[in-house]
């Protein structure tokens, strides 16, 4: 399979400035912004929302 711009590899840091990442893809076409999912944060310890880095 082909890898395209289309579906980049984004990474995803925390907005509580602990330095947790997560690693996802995401459909450039549907979501042309950055990406902010409310993902689990071990270091906090609750669901925080985790911003995308460029």
């Known amino acids: ?3 395209n ?3 980049p590899v984004v990474t995803l840091r925390s907005t ?3 330095g947790v ?3 996802t893809r995401k459909n450039r076409g549907n979501d042309p912004d950055r990406l ?3 993902k689990y944060d071990p270091v ?3 669901h ?3 911003r995308e880095e460029r």
């Open 5 to 7: 711009s289309a579906r």
């Open 16 to 18: 509580a400035g602990t």
């Open 36 to 38: 902010v999912l409310r």
């Open 1 to 3: 399979m082909a890898r």
């Open 44 to 46: 906090v310890g609750e």
């Open 48 to 50: 925080v929302p985790f």
């Open 21 to 23: 990442t997560y690693v």
